[in-house]
């Protein structure tokens, strides 16, 4: 979800700047990559995912006796642990320079509370699961009343497993809103196999056992 994008050279390439509106933060998010960009979709499709932002917080140091620093493109608070993540095109991960520079911020980190991860094209462009999260992350910030989940998840408990068209179909002769699915399919609420590209013929297979409504009311 863009709100707004330019190109701008960076060091001789094209640097893709944009806002991403995050419904978990409840704000908008700066990235400056397309890279970047994806791998919001992941924070928000997480839920142990707590809050994030970007950039991280900079951070100071001496290569070959000059002072330098630079700012990690994610700082992720999670359930149990707190992030430093990295989001960069292989061959930039590759190359000398930023073998050393994050060898400098592992070292760094090992003394904090922080984790550095470094993620590429690789983790985050991963398909069709990417597609299938950028897809439920449509719904993510739809409302509906408490009754009309409730009465989405006993159609899914009588009818699952089932396909999508199946469950639509139940859904249309009670005369609820197939939106309401999408929304408990983001949350995890609803499972289906996120592995495989989300279609018609996709196979709604369970309701989740346990429910925690506060995450369905994020406006």
């Known amino acids: 979800m863009v709100i707004s994008r330019q190109q701008r050279k960076n060091r001789g390439y094209k640097q893709t700047v944009g806002n991403f509106s ?3 933060m409840g ?3 700066w990235y400056n990559s397309l890279l ?3 791998f919001m979709y992941w924070l928000e499709f997480d839920p142990d995912v707590l809050s994030f932002a970007t950039p991280a917080v900079t951070v100071d140091y001496y290569s070959n006796g000059k002072p330098k620093s630079y700012a990690p493109d994610f700082q992720v608070v999670r359930h149990t642990k707190n992030q430093i993540i990295e989001v960069k095109p292989k061959k930039k991960v590759e190359s000398d320079e930023y073998r050393h520079l994050y060898q400098i911020l592992s070292d760094f980190y090992e003394e904090t509370a922080w984790a550095l991860i470094v993620l590429t094209e690789s983790e985050v462009q991963r398909e069709p699961l990417l597609s299938n999260i950028k897809l439920l992350y449509r719904y993510a910030r739809e409302n509906f ?3 009309e989940y409730r ?3 006993e159609v899914v408990r009588s009818q699952a497993p089932a396909s999508l068209t199946e469950i639509g179909q ?7 809103r197939r939106n309401v699915l999408f929304k408990l399919l983001f949350h995890r609420l609803v499972e289906i196999d996120l592995k495989q590209a989300i279609n018609a013929a996709s196979k709604i297979s369970a309701v989740s056992e346990k429910i925690d409504w506060r995450i369905l009311f994020n406006g």
């Not at 139940?170 to 609820?176: G, N, V």
């Open 27 to 29: 704000t908008s998010v």
């Open 170 to 176: 139940a859904l249309d002769d009670l005369q609820i």
């Open 22 to 24: 995050s419904c978990k």
């Open 145 to 147: 009343s408490i009754n």
């Open 151 to 153: 009465d989405c998840l």
């Open 36 to 38: 970047q960009k994806d």
